[in-house]
Nanobody
């Protein structure tokens, strides 16, 4: 069982940056999981944002965030991060951290195994 807790959300202006964090309570097994970030805007379905493999070497991004968002992980601290730059109003959503019981890089439509409760990001124009 893995518990995920997101933090770092907030209200920012367009063009600002924000860094989301996700703490995992998986102990020494954290490296067995690929990690991902997803988001859900009001009235829309949840969508994939970014994923990272167990080592942090391989990453994958949705086209809408490529070049602006960067995912990373710290396997010592059992944490994954999402650095969000040049934020746009359309980035407004609840952002979720997720863990997948694979060490490779999951595709965008992969069925992740564990989810956090989410953190709200609001970008004003």
């Amino acid at each position: 069982q893995v518990q995920l807790v997101e933090s770092g959300g907030g209200l920012v202006q367009a063009g600002d940056s924000l860094r989301l964090s996700c703490a995992a309570s998986s102990g020494r097994t954290f490296m067995r999981y690929a990690m991902g970030w997803f988001r859900q805007a009001p009235g829309k379905e949840r969508e994939f944002v970014a994923a990272i493999n167990w080592s942090g070497v391989d990453t994958y991004y949705a086209d809408s965030v490529k070049g602006r968002f960067f995912i990373s992980r710290d396997n010592v601290k059992n944490a994954v991060y999402l650095q969000m730059n040049s934020l746009k109003p359309e980035d407004t959503a609840v952002y979720y951290c997720a863990a997948a019981r694979v060490t490779g890089l999951p595709p965008a439509n992969y069925e992740y195994d564990y989810w956090g409760q989410g953190t709200q990001v609001t970008v004003s124009s």
